[in-house]
């Protein structure tokens, strides 16, 4: 029996911390944010000083990003567009050592309709 993304989805859930976008809002400043959407999607609209680095290369850029280098125990806020690119790309990040790394439950599409600042790159 195979499995979908969504079932993907929901495992890494079980294995992550998570975070509302309250928190997220409310401690943005002392943590990184990690916009791991396409680059369409984050040029149309990101959260304040979000960093984009598609989840599809997620494991081989996120070391040679100068915000990334020896940053494994920095505080990291993971977002997509809904919650499930986060939470995969929160269990990589955790897999590769960044501890502290939390996937925003809601995504962008509930930042935006909660009314909370967009900034364009």
Same mark, same amino acid.
């Given at each position: ?27 943005? +400043?002392? @943590? ?7 680059? *369409?999607?984050?040029?149309?609209? !990101? $959260?304040? =000083? ?12 996120? +070391?040679? @990003? ?7 125990? *920095?505080?990291?806020?993971?977002? !997509? $567009?809904? =919650? ?38």
């Amino acid at each position: 029996m195979s499995i979908t993304a969504l079932d993907l989805v929901a495992a890494a859930k079980k294995n992550i911390t998570l975070c509302d976008i309250e928190t997220v809002r409310k401690d943005h +400043s002392s @943590h990184l944010i990690l916009d791991v959407r396409e680059p *369409a999607e984050y040029e149309a609209g !990101c $959260l304040p =000083g979000a960093i984009n680095i598609p989840r599809g290369v997620l494991e081989f850029k996120i +070391s040679a @990003h100068p915000a990334f280098q020896d940053s494994q125990n *920095a505080k990291i806020f993971v977002y !997509c $567009l809904t =919650g499930g690119r986060s939470a995969l790309a929160t269990e990589s990040l955790n897999k590769l050592g960044y501890t502290h790394a939390c996937s925003m439950e809601g995504g962008f599409t509930l930042w935006k309709e909660s009314g909370l600042q967009v900034d364009k790159p």
